[in-house]
């Protein structure tokens, strides 16, 4: 029932006539079968196979327009079969063709709207048709979409749709277009638009190809058949859907019988067996792809492949010869390469990597063999020197193996090595004459008369002629002045008499050659050692002057002293040390032997004075442990020095210090310069900066924080200045002891007296008269401060001194117990006084 109503709703239908012409490149178009369920097109289609058996009366008529449309039965059966095999039939019903419209050549077709048409991709010319069209011209056919105008384009009057170009599937596969029928006169529609689709039928133009070749492929030797190499795969822009276009089959034209392809897939295997790499290498393989599954008249496209074979460890190594001779002279370093040696391996790569070895015991003990990666030789070397005169062959077997473990499947060829032999001729060579030892150590003893043997070296040459050999001395070195050498028996001799304390050492090259070939040098090293013999006195180890300070006292040590001897003693330096015994009695010092090669200086009196005497010499006789032993005086210098107690710190006069330290005047004088330049820099600097300084508080602006009472005469301004008001209203700060520096502390407070303090003073409760009263007393009481009415107050410097002041020494130098060693704390200022009363208390002890 909806098919019906849908087609009542139809009035008229454009009628399409699709016409074959022969001069069109011979293009048919043909409906497809309907895309939507039973459309009137599928039902005037169903009519239309029905009517086959209806149809044969006209069969004439379709064989007479088939023949002129120039197609072929086996296309006119594919558009439309019939079941005479004419392929073309003829419709005979009328009334479906006067209401749906026909095909001229195929009335099995009925094109509606949205209904879709196939053509060849070659080209085609059809015709549209209106109810309407009574032939008077009065019907104007438009066609529009896409393509219209120009791909395609239609006669407005007859309707006929000609294709101006052929047309090709793999650019575009179908188009859309849209038809109708307009009154010429008032250009109204006579006709609905109607849309039809035109798809492009493939046709087989286009060949296989191979987009990613030609191709590259490699396969190792030897591999088995059937072994995969590659896979080709060619494509077709034909359409694979329809027919056989694009069906592709893949053959061989080229590389048999090595290969082989695989007709559906292109996979490319080995064909034959034990392809060797050695034989041959590289194999050029053509393959080609044809469509219309390989059939007579399909297209076909080829590509190359270029397959290697690669190498596999197949071959050992072989030496080309069994039996190499070599010959060597004696000459030969050790180390260095003597000959070269190599096998042959076909293999490739690390396959072909062969390692060298000497495997007999005589070989190895004086050769070495290894492998040149390069060139893959093997390099014979020299492991120890050669003789001929003690063996003048060697035999050397030597063997070469694959360092690449071989493949199994080559197990049956054995181990892959080979051996050779290598015979090793020594030659003879005119050597160097060859001394006994490698180096001598001779000795002689020092002051030796000139001509005094030394020693003796010995060479011969080694030659089986036994050539004499002639001794000299390298003339460049400096033992040709101490030294001879016997050319005939190499004695060597002293020149001159030797000093061990001046060389005791000598370095000399002798050098030998034969007589018959002066040419041939041989260098061999000597020492000579000179012995000590006892020629040098021994005398004392320092020259510096020794310091004695004035208050030493009797038997006290003044320096202990050693001695040295330039003489070498085996076991050890021995001294013994005495005053002169042909000089009286030194009366200032005595010299003590301790034994131990050490001697004592001890004073023989108390007290010296540097300005009495100031230098002392001392004459000291030292004696050696040699055989026979020697002797040597040495005079010491001793200089008398003011010094601290106990000895501490010496103190001498400033030549003292300048001649140990060793300046000379003008070096003194250039440093006392310095010092002054620097002073005068300094007093300068600090001048400047108080000139520039600015005063705190401007004249005019003085304001003093001190208490002024106008009516009180006294002396004026300057009392005022005298004291600070701020101290006064500070009980702590004045209540702090100042002590003085010069008086030493003895536990009474400063005010000379027996224990006197202040009253403590509150902050709070301070009495500013009360205090200055307190303070006025205390210092008309106390001697040690200046005779002003006014508080003085000065920076601590340390605590008192029990002795007060300097005014009642004398009177204190007669109370014996008083003690003032404490004055030697004191610095170097009061030296002196120290000394005074030292010298005093030890006047009163005597």
Known sequence: MERKGWER??????????????????????????????????????????????????????????????????????????????????AGNRRRADKYGTNSFNSCFAFLRSEAVACVEEGARGQLHSNSDKGDGSVRYILSGEGAGSIFIIDEVTGDIHATKSLDRERKGHYVLHAQALDRNTQEALEPMSEFIIKVQDINDNAPQFPDGPFVATVPEMSEVGTSVLQVTATDADDPTYGNSARIVYSILQGQPYFSVDPKTGIVRTALPKMDREAKEHYTVVIQAKDMAGQVGGLSGSTTINVTLTDVNDNPPKFPQKNYQLYVPESAQVGKPVGKIKANDEDLGVNADITYSIINSEGANMFSISTDRDTKEGIISLKKPLNYEKKKTYTLHIEGANTQQSDPRFSHLGAFKDTATLKITVGDVDEAPVFSMDYYILDVYENSASGTEVGKVTAQDPDSRKSPVRYYLDSKEDGVRYFRIDESSGVIRTTQPLDREDIPWHNITVMASEVDNPSLLRHIPVTVQVLDMNDNPPEIATDEEVIVCESSKLDQLIQTVTAVDKDDFANGQRFSFALPSQLPVNPNFTLKDNGDSTANIIARRRRFNHLTQELYELPIVVWDGGEPSLSGTSTLTLRVCPCQRHGKIRICQGEAFFSSAGLSTGALIAILLCIVILLAIVVLFVTLKRSKKEPLIIAEEDIRENVVTYDDEGGGEEDTEAFDIIALRNPAAAEELKFRRDIRPDGRNHCGMPPCRSP?????????????????????????????DSLQTYAYEGQGSSTGSISPLDSAGVQSEQEYTYLEDWGPEFQKLAELYEEAESDVTT
């Open 760 to 788: 403590t003073v509150e902050l709070d409760e301070v009495d500013v008269h009360e205090f200055i009263k307190q303070r006025l007393v205390e210092a008309d009481m106390d001697t040690s401060v200046p005779p002003y």
């Open 9 to 90: 709703k139809r009035i008229r239908v454009l009628q399409l006539r699709i016409e074959l012409q022969s001069d069109q490149w011979g293009a048919v178009c043909r409906p497809e079968p309907p895309q939507y369920p039973r459309s009137i097109g599928e039902r005037a289609h169903s009519r239309c196979l029905r009517s086959r058996s209806r149809s044969r009366a006209h069969t004439r008529i379709a064989e007479k327009r088939r023949a002129e449309s120039g197609i072929s039965a086996s296309r006119a059966q594919k558009l439309c079969p019939g079941e005479d095999g004419s392929g073309l039939t003829e």
